[in-house]
């Protein structure tokens, strides 16, 4: 059964760890991830973006694919299923779809209008029991067609946002999508520090979890980032396990490729992949 992340992430913040949220692409990758939280008895969140909810035939699909999948398997971690980066359309599409957890993200309007929509969705959620998270200050890098320049929120509009009684909030501290270029300047630490001040004991998310350095993802933690999003490290480490494997030669005679048999090594990727991230997050073992 699906839940929101509400208490997961409650826990989170109280606990001084973090919950891994694991974008899922496919079949394959939503197994690994769970049965990797399984196996380490961590809570999970499974994201969403609107272009891979679109690739996957559409969000009832998902939903459906993912609380069969829940079941079949024997799941017992916390799982929520997670709209990333979410428009106001698509927030309303997958509530309706049987997502029990929502992102919309408002960080490319203006406050005003970021606010305005943000709290109609506070109160949708609330009345299905769904956790929401927002967004102030947009993420650097591009996500599903959004670019920002990882610009750095300001926490007087965080607090406004907060204020609405949003579950989460993604506040931008200089974090980006993708790979970090070598000239990245790090996290804001004086601006996360400074947006906890404001917003108290809501748990924040820092997005762009690929590439931060291990000491930086701790201190964030410290700082109450109580979600983190890993999305690329995933992607680059399925899709270096299953070139390894054509390279190698292997299964190309007789019958062709087995697509199970092609697609294990990067399914066995992820499952390495988020052990790793859940270790690092202090998750394991705070089912």
């Known amino acids: 059964m699906l ?4 208490e997961m992430l409650k826990k989170a ?23 990797t939280a399984q196996e380490l008895n961590s809570p999970v969140i499974l994201g969403v973006s609107e272009g891979a909810g679109k690739y996957m035939t559409g969000y009832k699909t998902v939903a459906a694919m993912v ?7 024997g799941i017992t971690v916390p799982v929520a299923l997670h709209l990333d980066h979410g428009s106001y359309e698509g927030a309303l599409a997958c509530i309706e779809a049987g997502f029990s ?3 919309f993200d408002g960080s490319h309007y203006p406050i005003e209008e970021n606010v305005e929509k943000t709290k109609e969705l506070v109160a949708i959620c609330k009345e299905k029991g769904l956790s929401l998270e927002a967004e102030v200050g947009s993420i650097g890098g591009e996500e599903d067609g959004v670019i920002g320049a990882g610009e750095c929120a300001d926490p007087n509009e965080c ?8 579950t989460m909030l993604a506040a931008g501290i200089g974090n980006i999508h993708g790979k970090y270029p070598d000239n990245w300047a790090g996290l804001s630490f004086e601006t ?20 931060i350095p291990e000491d930086m993802i701790k201190k964030a933690i410290s700082l109450g980032v109580a979600k983190i999003n890993v999305n690329t490290e995933c992607q680059l480490s399925f899709a270096d396990a299953t070139r390894k494997y054509i390279e190698a030669g292997k299964d190309l005679e007789g019958k062709g490729f087995d697509p199970r048999k092609l697609l294990a090594p990067g399914a066995e ?9 859940m270790e690092l997050f202090g998750s394991v073992g705070k089912a």
Do not use: C, R
């Not at 609380?67 to 398997?73: E, H």
């Not at 607090?159 to 949003?166: H, I, M, P, S, T």
């Open 159 to 166: 607090k406004a946002v907060a204020d609405l009684g949003v």
């Open 192 to 211: 996360l520090d400074a947006i906890q001040q404001q917003t108290g004991d809501m748990p924040l998310v820092l997005h762009g979890g690929t590439g």
């Open 13 to 35: 913040k109280a606990g001084k760890y973090a919950v891994g949220q694991f974008n899922i692409n496919n079949l394959e990758w939503t197994k690994s991830i769970l049965l």
């Open 269 to 277: 990727a992820i499952k390495a992949t988020v052990k790793e991230k």
């Open 67 to 73: 609380d069969a999948m829940v079941d079949s398997l």
């Open 3 to 6: 839940v929101s992340a509400e």
């Open 101 to 103: 957890s929502i992102m």
